[in-house]
């Protein structure tokens, strides 16, 4: 769940000003697990932005990308980052495949900024970030039964700063989103 996400600047002023306060020009457009990518994290009682590898190593497993919401402030891997470390993960929206391997888009309507609820922690040396996921609602349980734990702008303080509002979002429904379709390759066989 949640394994590709888009950070496409464009026209999108936000994104566009996260970059500027990381002194970048551009980042990949299309994140994947284990690349280093844009977060926003408390610093003092200010938002700042950060450029962080996305998933915490396992020992004996694959990188591991997402937290369940339901159970991270229990699991040893993500309760302490979950009590303390917080951050957001800025996108224009996330990918995910149906059970046939059709690919879709999902964005947060009239809004061209997406914010996921995170954890970071420093891992192997350096700092890295995984993206919490919950229940999917009704725009995404046909495609899949889980999905971020999506942010409205007015929540992203909230998230970072406020223990027990943030362990309150933690059992909310996420906004509704909207699905765009994208071509996917043709399968040969």
């Known amino acids: 769940m949640c394994g590709r996400y888009q950070f496409s600047v464009g026209s999108n002023a936000v994104l566009a000003q996260i970059l500027r306060e990381l002194g970048r020009v551009e980042v990949a457009s299309e994140i994947f697990p284990s690349g280093a990518a844009p977060i926003l994290r408390g610093d003092g009682d200010a938002i700042r932005p950060a450029l962080l590898g996305w998933g915490f190593p396992a020992q004996g497993r694959r990188l591991v990308i997402n937290a369940r919401a339901e159970t991270a402030a229990v699991k040893p891997m993500f309760r302490d980052s979950l009590k303390a470390r917080r951050c957001v993960i800025p996108s224009s929206g996330f990918w995910e495949w149906d059970a046939e391997n ?81 071509d996917t390759q043709l399968r040969l066989w």
């Open 102 to 182: 059709r690919k879709y888009l999902f964005r947060l309507p009239g809004s061209g900024t997406l914010y996921m609820a995170g954890i970071y922690d420093l891992r192997g040396g350096q700092l890295r970030f995984c993206i919490l996921t919950t229940a999917a609602n009704g725009s995404m349980k046909d495609i899949h039964g889980r999905m971020p734990l999506v942010l409205t702008e007015e929540r992203v303080y909230d998230w970072i700063f406020e223990e027990d509002a943030a362990f309150r979002l933690l059992n909310e429904t996420p906004p509704e989103l909207e699905k765009t379709p994208e």
